[in-house]
C-alpha cells in the first residue's frame, strides 16, 4: 500500500517535465509525421492528404541530394579534427599549471559568444577585400579567395567558423573527464620509457573512451543542427552549396512556404538521427548505462 | 521557494505590461531597410512627425529585415490571419500578396483624391508594379529606385593614358556593351596573379535584378507582364548571360559573385573602376567615398533600359476599416513632395513624388550631388520589375543558375534553360 | 616524471599558437568596433585605430534598441532556467532514486530528446506555438526549451551518487522527499545544478533560429535576432558599427563568465561530467 502510493508520488515529480516534453517534443513529431504525407504549399493553402508524393518528389530532387551531401561532409569533417584536436590540447592544458586560464578562455570564449554574434565577425573576416584573411594570406602570395561568395568554398568556411567556435567546449569537456585519469598511470608508462604520444595513445585514449562518447553525441548533434551561420553568413548559397538539412528545412518552410516539402524533410531528418541514437545506444550502450550508474 | 515566486510574478509584470491596449487607432508597419544606414532612425522621425500630425493614429514600425525577410514576415504574419495594417515589400512579391488574396485595392481611395490628376503626382514607371492582374491598383511606391552604373573619376583619370589610346574617353564612363567591356578591361590592374583594381564589379545576390536590367538593354525580358509567361530563356537573355560569364570568366575583369553588401564597400575601397548598383547605395557611397565619382545609365545594347526597384506600400485585409483609412493617410504622408524628398535625401532612393524635384531643399541638394538625378532620369527607359507569384521559388531559381554560369558550373546555355524550367514548375504550383 | 626541455617548449609554443589563432578574431573585432567607418576601406592590416571612437557603442543604440533586445534576452535566459529547474530536479529525483512502473521507459524519453533538438523539429513547433497564441510573445520564447532531457541526464548522475544513509536519516527525521531535496540533494549538488545552469545561460543567451521565427516586433526581440537584422541589410554594413554591436552582445555573457571563472572551472570539473 505505501509502496503503490510511493510509486504514484514518482508519477508526480515526473508530469510536469513530460507534459512539455511531449508537447514540444513528441507531438509536433507525430504532427509533422502526419503533415509530411500531405500536400500543403502556397498554392494548395489547406492540407490535402497525398500519399508519399512529398517523398517522390524529393527523391528525384536534385537540390535534395546536394543538400543531403553537404549535411554529410559538413557532420563528419568536422568532428573528427575537432575532437582530435580538443583532445590534445585538453591534455597539452592539463600537463601545464602556469597559465592554464588564460590557455582555456582563449580556446573556450568562442563557444560562448552566440552564434549570430560569430557570424558577423566571421562575415567580416571572410570578406574579400577588407577581411583580414585574405589580406594576410595575400602576404603570402596566396590569391584571393572569394570565400563565402564562392560555391567551391563556402561549405568550407562555415565548417572552418564552426570548428572555431566548437573546439574550446570539447576541450573542456575532455578536460574534466582528464581529471579522472589516474597520475599513476603516466608515471609508471614513463618508467617504463614510453615517449608522450605512446603514453598518451596507450593510457588516456582508451580512459576517456566514455568522454569521447559524450563529445561524439554532442557533436554529432551540434553539427546536425547548424542553421544560424548558414542563415547569417551564406544564405545556403552560392547556388545551393553550403545549404545543410535545416536551413532547407526552413526555406522550404519560411520561404517557399511548401509546409508539405518541410515536414516530409524533418520526419527524413528525426529519422536520421534516431537511427543514430539507435547505433550509439546498440553499440555503446552498456557504456552509457555503465557510466550513468 | 519565496525568490521564485518573486521572480514569477516579475514575469507577470513584464508580460503584462508589454500588453497595453490603446485607444487610438493603432498601425501595424512591417518594412524593409533596402538600403543602408540608420534608416530606421529615418522612417522614426517621420512616423513621429505623422503622429505629431495625427493625434489619433499611433504606428508601430516594425523594421522586420531586408527583403527577403520582410516578405517571409509578412505571408507568415498573413497565413497565421494576423496581418499587419500596412507594409513595404519588395515589387515583385505583389502577385503572390494577391494570390493569399491579402490586400485591399486602393482605387477608392486614389479616386478619392482626385484619381487620374493625383496619379499624375507620381513616377509612371513607379506605377508599373503596382496594378494587378484584374487591373484595380493594390501598391502605392514609397522606396524606389533603379539600377545605375557608379564610377570612379580618379581611377578613370590615372588610366586617362591608356583609355586615350584605346580611343576612349576618361572623363566620361561606358556608353553600350562593348564600351563597357573595353573600359573594364583597361581599368583592371593586375600584379603576377593578384588583381588589385577590377574594372567591374556586377554584383550577385540580387543579380537576377541586374540580369532583368541586361535583359532589357537587348530588347527582352524575363517573364511577360502577366507574370505566367516566362520568357528566361531567348537568345537576347543568352547574349547577355554570354557577356557576364565572358567578363568574369574568360577577361576576369570583374570578379566573380561578389556579394551583394558588400559591393559597395568594394567600389567605396578602391577595389573597382565601376560598378552596378541600386541607386539607394548612393547614400553610403556620399557619406564615405573620399574620391570624385559619378553615375551614370546602365551602358545600352540595342536601348538603354532598366527595370525599376524598390518596395511599395501595401494595405490588408483583415484589419477594421478605420485601421485601411488611417493607413492611406499614412501612406499619403509618406509621399508627399515633402516627405518623399526628405526620404530620398536620406536613403538616396528616388524620390517617387516628381513635385519633390521642385523644391528648394531639393534643388539645393541636387546641385551638390548630382549624381542623385541619374536614376530619375533613367526612368524613362524604365520598364516594371517582373512579378510573379511564388517569387520566392522562383528568384532561387534564377539565383543559382546564374550563379552555377557565373562559377563556370554550368553553360550558360543550361543555366538559362534549367532556370526556365524550374520557373515554370514554380508558377504552375509543382 | 620529467618533461624534457624540448618537449616543454614544443608543448608551450603549440598551446601558444592555438591560443593566438583563437585570439585573433577576437582582436580583430575589438579593433573594427573601434575604428571610423571609412578607417574600414582600406586595404591595410592595421590594429590599432587611427582614432578610438567609443561613440560607435552610442551610435549602435541609435539604430536599434539594443538594451531593449538585452532585457527581453535576459528575460528569456532567466525564465528558461527557473522553469527547467522546476521541471528537472524533481523528474531527475524521480529517476535516480524512485522506483515505479515503467521508469525505464519514461527515462529513455527524456534521454532520446536530447538527440531531437528544437532545429530539427522546427516546424512543428511552430505550428504548435501558433495554435496556442504563443507567436511574438516571450513566453513562447521561453516554453519549448523547459523540458531538458540533457539536464535530466545530468541532475540524475549527480543524484544517485548522494548515499542512501542520508536518505534514510532525512526518513528517520519523517522530512518527506519534497523537504529532502530542498534540504539536502539540491545543496549537495551544487556544482553540477550550478553548471547545468551556466549551460543554459549560455545556451539560450545564444539562441536565434527559434526568436527568428516565432518573432517579428521590438517588443520581444533579443540581442541575437537584432544582430542578425543589423547585418543583412540590402546594402552593405557599417563593419565599424556592426563590429560595436556584435562586442555589445558579446560582452555581457564573457563578462559574466570572467567573473564566475573561479566557480565555473572548478564546478565544471568536479561535476562529474566523464560521460
Same mark, same amino acid.
Given at each position: 500500500?505505501?509502496?503503490?502510493?510511493?510509486?504514484?508520488?514518482?508519477?508526480?515529480?515526473?508530469?510536469?517535465?513530460?507534459?512539455?516534453?511531449?508537447?514540444?517534443?513528441?507531438?509536433?513529431?507525430?504532427?509533422?509525421?502526419?503533415?509530411?504525407?500531405?500536400?500543403?504549399?502556397?498554392?494548395?493553402?489547406?492540407?490535402?492528404?497525398?500519399?508519399?508524393?512529398?517523398?517522390?518528389?524529393?527523391?528525384?530532387?536534385?537540390?535534395?541530394?546536394?543538400?543531403?551531401?553537404?549535411?554529410?561532409?559538413?557532420?563528419?569533417?568536422?568532428?573528427?579534427?575537432?575532437?582530435?584536436?580538443?583532445?590534445?590540447?585538453?591534455?597539452?592544458?592539463?600537463?601545464?599549471?602556469?597559465?592554464?586560464?588564460?590557455?582555456?578562455?582563449?580556446?573556450?570564449? %568562442?563557444?560562448?559568444? %552566440?552564434?549570430?554574434?560569430?557570424?558577423?565577425?566571421?562575415?567580416?573576416?571572410?570578406?574579400?577585400?577588407?577581411?583580414?584573411?585574405?589580406?594576410?594570406?595575400?602576404?603570402?602570395?596566396?590569391?584571393?579567395?572569394?570565400?563565402?561568395?564562392?560555391?567551391?568554398?563556402?561549405? /568550407?568556411?562555415?565548417?572552418?567558423?564552426?570548428?572555431?567556435?566548437?573546439?574550446?567546449?570539447?576541450?573542456?569537456?575532455?578536460?574534466?573527464?582528464?581529471?579522472?585519469?589516474?597520475?599513476?598511470?603516466?608515471?609508471?608508462?614513463?618508467?617504463?620509457?614510453?615517449?608522450?604520444?605512446?603514453?598518451?595513445?596507450?593510457?588516456?585514449?582508451?580512459?576517456?573512451?566514455?568522454?569521447?562518447?559524450?563529445?561524439?553525441?554532442?557533436?554529432?548533434?551540434?553539427?546536425?543542427?547548424?542553421?544560424?551561420?548558414?542563415?547569417?553568413?551564406?544564405?545556403?548559397? %552560392?547556388?545551393?552549396?553550403?545549404?545543410?538539412?535545416?536551413?532547407?528545412?526552413?526555406?522550404?518552410?519560411?520561404?517557399?512556404?511548401? /509546409?508539405?516539402?518541410?515536414?516530409?524533410?524533418?520526419?527524413?531528418?528525426?529519422?536520421?538521427?534516431?537511427?543514430?541514437?539507435?547505433?550509439?545506444?546498440?553499440?555503446?550502450?552498456?557504456?552509457?548505462?555503465?557510466?550513468?550508474? | 521557494?519565496?525568490?521564485?515566486?518573486?521572480?514569477?510574478?516579475?514575469?507577470?509584470?513584464?508580460?503584462?505590461?508589454?500588453?497595453?491596449?490603446?485607444?487610438?487607432?493603432?498601425?501595424?508597419?512591417?518594412?524593409?531597410?533596402?538600403?543602408?544606414?540608420?534608416?530606421?532612425?529615418?522612417?522614426?522621425?517621420?512616423?513621429?512627425?505623422?503622429?505629431?500630425?495625427?493625434?489619433?493614429?499611433?504606428?508601430?514600425? $516594425?523594421?522586420?529585415?531586408?527583403?527577403?525577410?520582410?516578405?517571409?514576415?509578412?505571408?507568415?504574419?498573413?497565413?497565421?490571419?494576423?496581418?499587419?495594417?500596412?507594409?513595404? $515589400?519588395?515589387?515583385?512579391?505583389?502577385?503572390?500578396?494577391?494570390?493569399?488574396?491579402?490586400?485591399?485595392? #486602393?482605387?477608392?481611395?486614389? &479616386?478619392?483624391?482626385?484619381?487620374?490628376?493625383?496619379?499624375? +503626382?507620381?513616377?509612371?514607371?513607379?506605377?508599373?508594379?503596382?496594378?494587378?492582374?484584374?487591373?484595380?491598383?493594390?501598391?502605392?511606391?514609397?522606396?524606389?529606385?533603379?539600377?545605375?552604373?557608379?564610377?570612379?573619376?580618379?581611377?578613370?583619370?590615372? =588610366?586617362?593614358?591608356?583609355?586615350?589610346?584605346?580611343?576612349?574617353?576618361?572623363?566620361?564612363?561606358?556608353?553600350?556593351?562593348?564600351?563597357?567591356?573595353?573600359?573594364?578591361?583597361?581599368?583592371?590592374?593586375?600584379?603576377?596573379?593578384?588583381?588589385?583594381?577590377?574594372?567591374?564589379?556586377?554584383?550577385?545576390?540580387?543579380?537576377?535584378?541586374?540580369?532583368?536590367?541586361?535583359?532589357?538593354?537587348?530588347?527582352?525580358? #524575363?517573364?511577360? &507582364?502577366?507574370?505566367?509567361?516566362?520568357?528566361?530563356?531567348?537568345?537576347?537573355?543568352?547574349?547577355?548571360?554570354?557577356?557576364?560569364?565572358?567578363?568574369?570568366?574568360?577577361?576576369?575583369?570583374?570578379?566573380?559573385?561578389?556579394?551583394? +553588401?558588400?559591393?559597395?564597400?568594394?567600389?567605396?575601397?578602391?577595389?573597382?573602376?565601376?560598378?552596378?548598383?541600386?541607386?539607394?547605395?548612393?547614400?553610403?557611397?556620399?557619406?564615405?567615398?573620399?574620391?570624385?565619382?559619378?553615375?551614370?545609365?546602365?551602358?545600352?545594347?540595342?536601348?538603354?533600359?532598366?527595370?525599376?526597384?524598390?518596395?511599395?506600400?501595401?494595405?490588408?485585409?483583415?484589419?477594421?476599416?478605420?485601421?485601411?483609412?488611417?493607413?492611406?493617410?499614412?501612406?499619403?504622408?509618406?509621399?508627399?513632395?515633402?516627405?518623399?524628398?526628405?526620404?530620398?535625401?536620406?536613403?538616396?532612393?528616388?524620390?517617387?513624388?516628381?513635385?519633390?524635384?521642385?523644391?528648394?531643399?531639393?534643388? =539645393?541638394?541636387?546641385?551638390?550631388?548630382?549624381?542623385?538625378?541619374?536614376?530619375?532620369?533613367?526612368?524613362?527607359?524604365?520598364?516594371?520589375?517582373?512579378?510573379?507569384?511564388?517569387?520566392? #521559388?522562383?528568384?532561387?531559381?534564377?539565383?543559382?543558375?546564374?550563379?552555377?554560369?557565373?562559377?563556370?558550373?554550368?553553360?550558360?546555355?543550361?543555366?538559362?534553360?534549367?532556370?526556365?524550367?524550374?520557373?515554370?514548375?514554380?508558377?504552375?504550383?509543382? | 616524471?620529467?618533461?624534457? *626541455?624540448?618537449?616543454?617548449?614544443?608543448?608551450?609554443?603549440?598551446?601558444?599558437?592555438?591560443?593566438?589563432?583563437?585570439?585573433?578574431?577576437?582582436?580583430?573585432?575589438?579593433?573594427?568596433?573601434?575604428?571610423?567607418?571609412?578607417?574600414?576601406?582600406?586595404?591595410?592590416?592595421?590594429?590599432?585605430?587611427?582614432?578610438?571612437?567609443?561613440?560607435?557603442? @552610442?551610435?549602435?543604440?541609435?539604430?536599434?534598441?539594443?538594451?531593449?533586445?538585452?532585457?527581453?534576452?535576459?528575460?528569456?535566459?532567466?525564465?528558461?532556467?527557473?522553469?527547467?529547474?522546476?521541471?528537472?530536479?524533481?523528474?531527475?529525483?524521480?529517476?535516480?532514486?524512485?522506483?515505479?512502473?515503467?521508469?525505464?521507459?519514461?527515462?529513455?524519453?527524456?534521454?532520446?530528446?536530447?538527440?531531437?533538438?528544437?532545429?530539427?523539429?522546427?516546424?512543428?513547433?511552430?505550428?504548435?506555438?501558433?495554435?496556442?497564441?504563443?507567436?511574438?510573445?516571450?513566453?513562447?520564447?521561453?516554453?519549448?526549451?523547459?523540458?531538458?532531457?540533457?539536464?535530466?541526464?545530468?541532475?540524475?548522475?549527480?543524484? *544517485?551518487?548522494?548515499?542512501?544513509?542520508?536518505?534514510?536519516?532525512?526518513?528517520?527525521?519523517?522530512?518527506?522527499?519534497?523537504?529532502?531535496?530542498?534540504?539536502?540533494?539540491?545543496?549537495?549538488?551544487?556544482?553540477?545544478?550550478?553548471?547545468?545552469?551556466?549551460?543554459?545561460?549560455?545556451?539560450?543567451?545564444?539562441?536565434?533560429?527559434?526568436?527568428?521565427?516565432?518573432?517579428?516586433?521590438?517588443?520581444?526581440?533579443?540581442?541575437?535576432?537584432?544582430?542578425?537584422?543589423?547585418?543583412?541589410?540590402?546594402?552593405?554594413?557599417?563593419?565599424?558599427?556592426?563590429?560595436?554591436?556584435?562586442?555589445?552582445?558579446?560582452?555581457?555573457?564573457? @563578462?559574466?563568465?570572467?567573473?564566475?571563472?573561479?566557480?565555473?572551472?572548478?564546478?565544471?570539473?568536479?561535476?562529474?561530467?566523464?560521460?
Amino acid at each position: 500500500m505505501h509502496e503503490k502510493l510511493e510509486q504514484y508520488r514518482a508519477y508526480l515529480f515526473l508530469i510536469p517535465g513530460l507534459f512539455f516534453l511531449l508537447l514540444f517534443t513528441y507531438l509536433p513529431i507525430l504532427w509533422s509525421t502526419w503533415l509530411s504525407f500531405n500536400r500543403w504549399n502556397l498554392l494548395s493553402p489547406k492540407p490535402k492528404f497525398a500519399g508519399i508524393e512529398n517523398f517522390v518528389k524529393l527523391w528525384h530532387h536534385d537540390v535534395f541530394w546536394l543538400v543531403m551531401k553537404n549535411s554529410f561532409i559538413f557532420v563528419t569533417v568536422s568532428i573528427f579534427p575537432t575532437m582530435f584536436l580538443a583532445l590534445v590540447f585538453a591534455i597539452l592544458i592539463d600537463e601545464r599549471i602556469k597559465g592554464r586560464v588564460y590557455y582555456i578562455y582563449s580556446l573556450f570564449y %568562442p563557444t560562448l559568444i %552566440p552564434m549570430a554574434a560569430a557570424a558577423m565577425l566571421w562575415v567580416y573576416i571572410y570578406s574579400p577585400n577588407l577581411g583580414i584573411l585574405n589580406t594576410i594570406l595575400a602576404k603570402f602570395g596566396i590569391p584571393k579567395l572569394g570565400w563565402l561568395g564562392s560555391s567551391d568554398t563556402s561549405l /568550407w568556411a562555415l565548417i572552418i567558423m564552426t570548428f572555431w567556435k566548437n573546439l574550446g567546449f570539447f576541450m573542456l569537456i575532455y578536460l574534466a573527464g582528464l581529471q579522472n585519469v589516474s597520475r599513476e598511470l603516466y608515471e609508471a608508462a614513463y618508467i617504463d620509457g614510453a615517449g608522450w604520444w605512446k603514453r598518451h595513445a596507450m593510457i588516456t585514449f582508451p580512459l576517456v573512451g566514455p568522454t569521447s562518447l559524450f563529445v561524439l553525441v554532442t557533436a554529432i548533434i551540434l553539427t546536425f543542427r547548424v542553421f544560424d551561420q548558414i542563415h547569417l553568413m551564406t544564405e545556403g548559397g %552560392p547556388g545551393n552549396s553550403s545549404n545543410v538539412i535545416v536551413y532547407y528545412i526552413y526555406e522550404n518552410g519560411f520561404k517557399f512556404f511548401d /509546409w508539405g516539402r518541410a515536414t516530409s524533410l524533418t520526419t527524413i531528418l528525426v529519422l536520421i538521427l534516431l537511427t543514430l541514437t539507435l547505433i550509439i545506444f546498440g553499440i555503446f550502450g552498456k557504456r552509457i548505462t555503465y557510466s550513468a550508474d | 521557494m519565496r525568490r521564485k515566486a518573486l521572480i514569477t510574478i516579475a514575469l507577470m509584470v513584464f508580460f503584462s505590461l508589454a500588453s497595453t491596449a490603446s485607444a487610438k487607432v493603432s498601425l501595424k508597419f512591417f518594412y524593409p531597410v533596402g538600403v543602408a544606414g540608420p534608416l530606421v532612425k529615418v522612417i522614426n522621425g517621420m512616423v513621429a512627425k505623422f503622429e505629431k500630425e495625427n493625434p489619433g493614429i499611433d504606428v508601430e514600425p $516594425v523594421y522586420a529585415g531586408n527583403y527577403n525577410q520582410t516578405m517571409q514576415k509578412v505571408q507568415t504574419a498573413v497565413l497565421g490571419g494576423n496581418p499587419p495594417d500596412i507594409a513595404v $515589400v519588395e515589387i515583385s512579391e505583389l502577385f503572390s500578396l494577391l494570390a493569399m488574396d491579402s490586400l485591399i485595392p #486602393l482605387d477608392k481611395y486614389i &479616386e478619392q483624391e482626385g484619381g487620374e490628376k493625383f496619379l499624375a +503626382n507620381f513616377y509612371k514607371g513607379f506605377l508599373g508594379n503596382a496594378y494587378g492582374r484584374d487591373g484595380k491598383i493594390y501598391g502605392f511606391p514609397f522606396q524606389r529606385s533603379t539600377p545605375i552604373l557608379y564610377w570612379n573619376k580618379d581611377m578613370f583619370a590615372a =588610366a586617362g593614358e591608356k583609355l586615350k589610346a584605346a580611343g576612349l574617353d576618361p572623363s566620361r564612363p561606358p556608353d553600350n556593351w562593348d564600351e563597357l567591356v573595353e573600359y573594364a578591361k583597361i581599368l583592371t590592374i593586375r600584379e603576377g596573379n593578384q588583381t588589385n583594381q577590377y574594372g567591374l564589379i556586377i554584383p550577385g545576390g540580387w543579380n537576377d535584378w541586374i540580369f532583368e536590367a541586361f535583359s532589357r538593354q537587348n530588347g527582352a525580358q #524575363l517573364i511577360k &507582364e502577366d507574370g505566367l509567361t516566362v520568357t528566361f530563356n531567348s537568345p537576347e537573355n543568352l547574349e547577355a548571360l554570354r557577356l557576364w560569364v565572358k567578363l568574369m570568366q574568360e577577361l576576369k575583369v570583374c570578379p566573380v559573385l561578389r556579394p551583394w +553588401n558588400i559591393t559597395p564597400d568594394d567600389f567605396i575601397g578602391g577595389v573597382t573602376a565601376m560598378m552596378y548598383y541600386s541607386t539607394g547605395g548612393m547614400a553610403k557611397i556620399r557619406k564615405t567615398a573620399k574620391f570624385n565619382w559619378g553615375a551614370a545609365f546602365q551602358p545600352k545594347r540595342k536601348n538603354y533600359g532598366t527595370p525599376v526597384g524598390g518596395g511599395d506600400f501595401h494595405i490588408f485585409k483583415g484589419i477594421p476599416k478605420e485601421n485601411q483609412d488611417a493607413a492611406w493617410k499614412f501612406a499619403k504622408f509618406m509621399t508627399t513632395p515633402e516627405m518623399a524628398g526628405h526620404w530620398s535625401i536620406e536613403s538616396g532612393y528616388v524620390a517617387v513624388n516628381k513635385n519633390s524635384y521642385d523644391r528648394a531643399d531639393m534643388k =539645393a541638394f541636387l546641385k551638390k550631388f548630382p549624381q542623385m538625378t541619374v536614376a530619375r532620369d533613367q526612368l524613362d527607359y524604365a520598364y516594371p520589375k517582373m512579378m510573379a507569384v511564388n517569387y520566392q #521559388l522562383i528568384r532561387n531559381a534564377m539565383t543559382t543558375n546564374l550563379d552555377a554560369a557565373l562559377e563556370g558550373k554550368k553553360t550558360p546555355e543550361k543555366a538559362l534553360a534549367d532556370a526556365h524550367k524550374l520557373m515554370e514548375e514554380a508558377i504552375k504550383g509543382q | 616524471m620529467e618533461e624534457k *626541455k624540448y618537449e616543454v617548449v614544443l608543448k608551450i609554443f603549440i598551446l601558444q599558437i592555438g591560443a593566438i589563432l583563437m585570439i585573433l578574431p577576437f582582436v580583430w573585432l575589438v579593433s573594427t568596433a573601434l575604428k571610423s567607418p571609412s578607417e574600414v576601406f582600406t586595404q591595410d592590416l592595421s590594429l590599432i585605430p587611427a582614432k578610438f571612437m567609443w561613440t560607435n557603442f @552610442v551610435d549602435i543604440m541609435d539604430q536599434a534598441p539594443f538594451w531593449l533586445y538585452m532585457a527581453n534576452t535576459i528575460i528569456v535566459c532567466v525564465g528558461i532556467l527557473v522553469i527547467q529547474l522546476l521541471l528537472v530536479i524533481p523528474a531527475a529525483y524521480a529517476f535516480a532514486r524512485l522506483d515505479f512502473p515503467g521508469k525505464d521507459v519514461f527515462f529513455l524519453l527524456f534521454v532520446i530528446q536530447i538527440m531531437l533538438p528544437l532545429e530539427s523539429i522546427i516546424i512543428p513547433n511552430y505550428l504548435i506555438t501558433k495554435k496556442l497564441g504563443l507567436l511574438n510573445t516571450r513566453t513562447g520564447l521561453i516554453l519549448p526549451f523547459v523540458a531538458s532531457g540533457f539536464g535530466t541526464f545530468m541532475l540524475r548522475q549527480t543524484f *544517485k551518487q548522494i548515499p542512501a544513509s542520508l536518505e534514510d536519516a532525512a526518513l528517520m527525521d519523517g522530512a518527506g522527499h519534497i523537504r529532502f531535496i530542498w534540504h539536502v540533494i539540491i545543496p549537495l549538488s551544487r556544482p553540477t545544478i550550478v553548471t547545468f545552469s551556466m549551460i543554459s545561460i549560455a545556451t539560450h543567451w545564444n539562441d536565434y533560429f527559434w526568436p527568428l521565427i516565432i518573432t517579428d516586433v521590438d517588443r520581444v526581440r533579443t540581442l541575437t535576432i537584432g544582430l542578425g537584422m543589423f547585418v543583412q541589410q540590402e546594402s552593405g554594413s557599417d563593419w565599424s558599427l556592426l563590429m560595436a554591436a556584435t562586442l555589445f552582445v558579446c560582452a555581457p555573457i564573457i @563578462v559574466f563568465f570572467l567573473a564566475t571563472q573561479r566557480t565555473f572551472i572548478k564546478s565544471f570539473l568536479t561535476s562529474g561530467i566523464k560521460g
